[in-house]
C-alpha cells in the first residue's frame, strides 16, 4: 500500500523561529511528485511547494524549504522566521498518475 | 473564475436523503478531481476526470456515490440515500493536466449527516 506518514500531529513554533515538519512515505513508483499543502480553517488547501522526485536539489520557496532524502523516503518541510499567517493545517501528500495521497497532517500553532 | 467554487459551504441532510454537490473549476482546467476528508484526517481520492471522461472512480465508496462533469466543465457529486459515515468535507480541486505542478483546490462542502 501507498502511504504518507506525518509523525507530528502538533507543533508550535515561536514567531520568528524556525520549525521543521516530518514526513515519510512509501511508493513502490520511481515517477512521483511530493507536495505540502496548508489548510487554515477556511478549508482551502493551499500549495505551499513541490518536489519532483527525479530532481537531487532541494526545493525552497521563500522562507520555506525541503529537505528530500528519496532514499530514506523522506520529505521534510522546514519553514523559517515563522509569522501568525502561518498557523494551520499542513499536509504532506505525493502525486503518482494522477492522484494524490496525503498524509494525516501536523497542526502548526505560531506563539507570538 | 479566479478560483474552484463550491456550493454549497454547508449541508445538512437527514440520514437517507439524497445530496448533490457541486464543483465550478478554474475555467481551462482540464483535469477535475473529488477528495474526501473525514474530521482530523488527510483528503482521500474520490475520483478524477479529464475534461467530460471519468478516468478514475476506483475512491467512490460505494455504489452510492456519483460525479459526473457532462459539458467539461462544472461537475456535481452526488451521493444517494446518505449515510452518517458520509459526514465529511468534500474537496473539489482542477488543474491544466500537467502532472507534478500541483492542483487548485476549493473550501470544500461541509456534510452532515444526522
Known amino acids: 500500500a501507498q502511504t504518507v506518514t506525518q509523525s507530528q500531529p502538533e507543533m508550535s513554533v515561536q514567531e520568528a523561529e524556525t520549525v521543521t515538519l516530518s514526513c515519510t512515505y512509501d511508493?513502490?513508483?520511481?515517477?512521483?511528485?511530493l507536495f505540502w499543502y496548508k489548510q487554515p480553517p477556511s478549508r482551502q488547501m493551499i500549495l505551499v511547494i513541490r518536489q519532483e522526485a527525479y530532481k537531487q536539489q532541494n526545493a525552497t520557496e521563500n522562507r520555506f524549504s525541503v529537505n528530500f532524502q528519496k532514499a530514506a523516503k523522506s520529505f521534510s518541510l522546514k519553514i523559517s522566521d515563522s509569522q501568525l499567517g502561518d498557523a494551520a493545517m499542513y499536509f504532506c501528500a505525493y502525486e503518482v498518475g494522477s492522484r494524490l495521497t496525503f498524509g494525516e497532517g501536523t497542526q502548526l500553532t505560531v506563539n507570538p | 473564475g479566479a478560483g474552484v467554487s463550491q456550493s454549497p459551504r454547508y449541508k445538512v441532510a437527514k440520514r437517507g436523503q439524497d445530496v448533490a454537490l457541486r464543483c465550478d473549476p478554474i475555467s481551462g482546467h482540464v483535469s477535475l478531481f473529488w477528495y474526501q476528508q473525514a474530521l482530523g484526517q488527510g483528503p482521500e481520492f474520490l475520483t478524477y476526470f479529464q475534461n467530460e471522461a471519468q478516468l478514475d472512480k476506483s475512491g467512490l465508496p460505494s455504489d452510492r456515490f456519483f460525479a459526473e462533469r457532462p459539458e467539461g466543465s462544472v461537475s456535481t457529486l452526488k451521493i444517494q440515500r446518505t449515510q452518517q459515515e458520509d459526514s465529511a468535507v468534500y474537496l473539489c480541486a482542477s488543474s491544466l493536466g500537467h502532472r507534478g505542478y500541483g492542483y487548485t483546490f476549493g473550501s470544500g462542502t461541509r456534510l452532515t449527516v444526522v
Open positions: 511508493t513502490s513508483e520511481s515517477d512521483y511528485y
